[in-house]
């Protein structure tokens, strides 16, 4: 990347980080994978209980491994046995000290758009876990609210939707069609403008492409 690349990013970042602080979030700017890796293990109290969403991004920065490996007690969705288990863990994480996740989309004056499909991850987001660690790339940035929906329901959803089995427009096209079909992955749209709770939710934007 070159340098007028990682100064753009920085300042767009920059903006982003002011905007989340007058909403009572949280923010900071990594560079790199390997200092978003490191801030976020810096915010992640040796000890707590973690658990995680559905998130590339955290695997890309290698966040979920070194959690696994480190001095904590996760909550480990993805280990589960069937979809009893693993609905089980995912209501187990409403009680964890940190939850792990990225964001679909954050506009400029710092709000998150997500999806989800299920509901588990945006339900963390809303309410449950004390802390909400947030990791996402600067490719998730959009001018403002309606660019970020855009970007949720025509980038990240149809290629998310791709991970997952069965037939919906966006898997046959590549674009939402606003469908109602069955294994549609579009169920919850949250917009999060604020924390009621100041602190909770703690964003680590990254100057690389992460996720989708």
Known sequence: ???FMKRRNRMAAEKVIAALRRRHMNGEYAE???EALRLALVAIPEGSTVGWGGSMSIEE???KAAV???PYRCIDRDAAKDAEERKMLERQCFSA???LMSTNAISEDGILVNLDGRGPRVAALCYGPDQVLIIAGINKLAADVEAAIERVRHTAAPINA???PGKTPCREGGLCRNC???GCICSDLVITRNSMFPGRIHVILVGEDLGY
């Open 1 to 3: 990347m070159d340098e």
């Open 68 to 70: 696994k490996a480190g």
């Open 61 to 63: 920065i290698g966040l």
């Open 180 to 182: 109602l079909g069955e």
């Open 162 to 164: 791709l991970r997952f």
């Open 97 to 99: 000290d940190v939850y």
């Open 32 to 34: 790199t994978k390997e």
